[in-house]
């Protein structure tokens, strides 16, 4: 079992960047897949970056590909999420969640482990 704790969201103007962190607590961090997700009131969780437990493999929406860039630390048992040129569109709560396995995952069900969330606003 793994608990998650986000931290990093805050208020920055169109253009500005802020970088997610991930932390869990538990064992065995380094056999997880994790994923970020976000969800905007109103409107359904969305998808947003995923990597395996080796790193080896990313996966991004093609919303966050050439802006966002997911990583992960195992001996820090984080995994973060640095985001770029942000737009009021990417206005949300980001959550990361995990599961263990080989390779990534996209759909939010497939994701045992949820943190919070961290509130990111992007204003113009």
């Known amino acids: 079992q793994v608990q998650l704790v986000e931290s990093g969201g805050g208020a920055v103007r169109t253009g500005g960047s802020l970088r997610l962190s991930c932390v869990a607590s538990?064992?065995?961090?380094?056999?997880?897949?994790v994923g970020w997700f976000r969800q905007a009131p109103g409107t359904e969780r969305d998808f947003v970056a995923a990597i395996s437990w080796s790193s080896i493999t990313t996966h991004y929406a093609d919303f966050a590909k050439d802006r966002f860039y997911i990583s992960r630390d195992n001996a820090k048992q984080t995994v973060y999420l640095e985001m770029n040129n942000l737009n009021v569109d990417d206005t949300a709560v980001y959550s990361c969640?995990?599961?263990?396995?080989?390779?990534?995952?996209?759909?939010?069900?497939?994701?045992?482990?949820w943190g919070q969330g961290t509130q990111v606003t992007v204003s113009s």
């Open positions: 538990g064992s065995a961090f380094d056999t997880y897949i």
């Open positions: 969640a995990a599961v263990v396995g080989g390779g990534v995952a996209t759909a939010a069900s497939l994701f045992r482990y």
